[in-house]
């Protein structure tokens, strides 16, 4: 008897899997519609919005961090894309990586008075702050140019930017909409040049990002 109600509840389960199916699940709030995106300013969500920094380490692999807590705004109007605004600041200080060590390492203040291998104990934010939006035919892609404040340097930076999805928010109830981001920089460019070449100098940037209107 006590392996018949194990076995009834899987045989209950088998079944009734294909009848949900079939009625379908909760639909997704958002999705890659341009029709669903208002016009407005969008805040960026912290929550949701990271940026994954990635270099070669040594030849033998490609290691991996992250900035979240991303802030900023979206000036957006679907009627003109082009000239969409985004201004966003990353705190550098959160920085993480699956490495304690290499994360310490990052924030470390340099030895004996000199200058820190990477970002030093209290770096300032790094900001983005766009200067040009060039839509592809499709009006899905576009290339934002702007300029790159980190450790201390601006430097141009241009991001291949695809739009995700647009809806309501169920949790906050705000229109929201988010994007995802691929570009490159070179550390050496900002003054970050320990371990080159053995860390590689150029960095693939992946952004995620969601902005709610306000």
């Not at 341009?34 to 949701?48: E, L, N, Q």
Request: negative net charge.
């Amino acid at each position: 008897m006590r392996h018949t109600l194990p076995f009834a509840a899987l045989a209950l389960a088998v079944v009734a899997v294909p009848v949900v199916l079939a009625q379908g699940g909760p639909a997704v709030p958002g999705a890659p519609d341009r029709s669903r995106v208002a016009a407005g300013t969008y805040a960026a969500d912290p929550g949701h919005t990271i940026v994954v920094w990635e270099v070669d380490h040594f030849g033998f692999s490609k290691y991996q961090g992250i900035f979240g807590d991303v802030t900023g705004t979206l000036v957006l109007d679907p009627a003109n894309p082009a000239a969409a605004k985004v201004d966003v600041t990353i705190p550098v200080s959160k920085v993480t990586t699956a490495s304690s060590g290499l994360t310490g390492h990052l924030l470390r203040a340099g030895k004996d008075g000199a200058k820190p291998d990477f970002f030093g104990p209290a770096p300032a934010d790094a900001r983005f702050v766009s200067t040009r939006v060039v839509l592809d035919d499709d009006g899905d892609e576009a290339k934002v140019t702007g300029n790159l404040t980190l450790n201390g340097v601006t430097r141009p930076v241009t991001l291949e930017v695809d739009f995700h999805g647009a809806g309501t928010n169920p949790g906050s109830k705000k229109e929201t909409v988010g994007f995802e981001a691929e570009g490159e920089i070179r550390r050496s460019d900002f003054g970050i040049l320990y371990g080159i070449p053995l860390v590689s100098d150029r960095v693939e940037l992946k952004i995620h990002a969601a902005f709610e209107k306000q």
